[in-house]
């Protein structure tokens, strides 16, 4: 049996250093927002014959150096172009490249995403994540109420929520990075997985957290805290990182050959899974230890 608990220090150290750098990214480059936060402009163009491809589509457009720009192929044979940029001039200007080019093609429309709806997306954006942690604090201080000793159900709800936050902040920090220097932008695809890591981080602690209940429920051998948080870490121990690495293998098959339109959403959700699955295991069972410890005036 592996002795996780001890190795609780190390994995504070690592936590902390990874937490501050993304505060540090965070509070100095902030995030690179694509056109659903920023607003621009979404033209449908349709196409006679063979559609061209995306990267052709964006080779064409290069010179006009489009920014935020997003191919998407749609039904009926028409393409999708986003890119963040309302004036007349340049919606003028990516028509007439793209007509020269593809003198078969027809404007079907050309849509304005406004700043105002922007704002109202990120403040929605805020309050879906906001209202999602919450409600999963107060379930499983719910859930785990049959244990309330010797460390408190509320604390389990707080250990989880701790553990969120720190891979959703350390996800938001490595794109942050990515931003600055590989100017990769995050859009409602972002939040979309972002909440979906929510779900999978808090799921793969409520494992290890449901075994510590019933290891305490059973009293076996009348162990220390720290000994059946341990116990029941190495009972569960298998099962996460195997459930883990199914769904990291599959992400990783989805970031090499999707299409790019999905690889940031796929990028997102590798980072968030892959620190989901280490503080399910480092952070959030270690927490119960360490405020009990505090409770029994340990070191």
Same mark, same amino acid.
């Given at each position: 049996?592996?002795?996780?608990?001890?190795?609780?220090?190390?994995?504070? #150290?690592?936590? &902390?250093?990874?937490?501050?750098?993304?505060?540090?990214?965070?509070?100095?480059?902030?995030?690179?927002? !694509?056109?659903?936060?920023? &607003?621009?402009?979404?033209?449908?163009?349709?196409?006679?014959?063979?559609?061209?491809?995306?990267?052709?589509?964006?080779?064409?457009?290069?010179?006009?150096?489009?920014?935020?720009?997003?191919?998407? =192929?749609?039904?009926?044979?028409?393409?999708?172009? =986003?890119?963040?940029?309302?004036?007349?001039?340049?919606?003028?200007?990516?028509?007439?490249? #793209?007509?020269?080019?593809?003198?078969?093609?027809?404007?079907?429309?050309?849509?304005?995403?406004?700043?105002?709806?922007?704002?109202?997306?990120?403040?929605?954006?805020? *309050? @879906?994540?906001?209202? @999602?942690?919450?409600?999963?604090?107060?379930?499983?201080? *719910?859930?785990?109420?049959?244990?309330?000793?010797?460390?408190?159900?509320?604390?389990?709800?707080? +250990?989880?929520?701790?553990?969120?936050?720190?891979?959703?902040?350390?996800?938001? !920090?490595?794109?942050?990075?990515? +931003?600055?220097?590989?100017?990769?932008?995050?859009?409602?695809?972002?939040?979309?997985?972002?909440?979906?890591?929510?779900?999978?981080?808090?799921?793969?602690?409520?494992?290890?957290?449901?075994?510590?209940?019933?290891?305490?429920?059973? !009293?076996?051998?009348?162990?220390?805290?720290?000994?059946?948080?341990?116990?029941?870490?190495?009972?569960?121990?298998?099962?996460?990182?195997?459930?883990?690495?199914?769904? #990291? #293998? %599959?992400?990783?098959?989805?970031?090499?050959?999707?299409?790019?339109?999905?690889?940031?959403?796929?990028?997102?959700?590798?980072?968030?899974? %892959?620190?989901?699955?280490?503080?399910?295991?480092?952070?959030?069972?270690?927490?119960?230890?360490?405020?009990?410890?505090?409770? %029994?005036?340990?070191?």
């Amino acid at each position: 049996m592996y002795d996780i608990i001890s190795k609780t220090k190390y994995a504070y #150290i690592f936590s &902390g250093i990874l937490a501050v750098l993304s505060i540090l990214s965070l509070f100095f480059w902030g995030l690179k927002f !694509g056109i659903d936060f920023t &607003g621009g402009t979404l033209m449908e163009i349709k196409f006679e014959g063979d559609i061209p491809k995306s990267h052709e589509i964006q080779d064409v457009l290069k010179e006009l150096n489009l920014k935020s720009l997003i191919v998407q =192929r749609s039904e009926g044979g028409s393409i999708l172009l =986003r890119y963040a940029s309302e004036e007349d001039k340049v919606n003028e200007d990516v028509w007439k490249t #793209i007509n020269n080019k593809y003198p078969q093609s027809k404007q079907l429309k050309v849509d304005y995403i406004n700043s105002s709806v922007s704002d109202e997306l990120k403040k929605n954006s805020l *309050w @879906a994540i906001f209202l @999602a942690v919450v409600a999963i604090m107060a379930y499983i201080a *719910w859930a785990f109420r049959k244990v309330s000793r010797p460390v408190p159900s509320w604390k389990y709800g707080l +250990g989880a929520i701790i553990a969120l936050i720190h891979d959703i902040l350390i996800t938001v !920090g490595f794109f942050s990075i990515l +931003g600055r220097f590989l100017g990769i932008e995050v859009g409602i695809p972002f939040v979309a997985a972002l909440l979906t890591i929510l779900g999978f981080s808090v799921h793969d602690t409520i494992v290890v957290y449901d075994r510590t209940r019933e290891n305490l429920l059973r !009293g076996l051998g009348k162990e220390k805290f720290p000994e059946t948080v341990n116990r029941s870490l190495n009972e569960t121990l298998v099962r996460s990182v195997n459930t883990s690495m199914t769904v #990291i #293998i %599959t992400l990783l098959a989805i970031y090499i050959f999707g299409g790019s339109s999905i690889k940031d959403f796929s990028l997102a959700l590798l980072i968030g899974i %892959t620190l989901g699955t280490y503080s399910s295991i480092f952070i959030a069972s270690a927490l119960l230890v360490t405020s009990y410890n505090w409770q %029994t005036g340990k070191k």
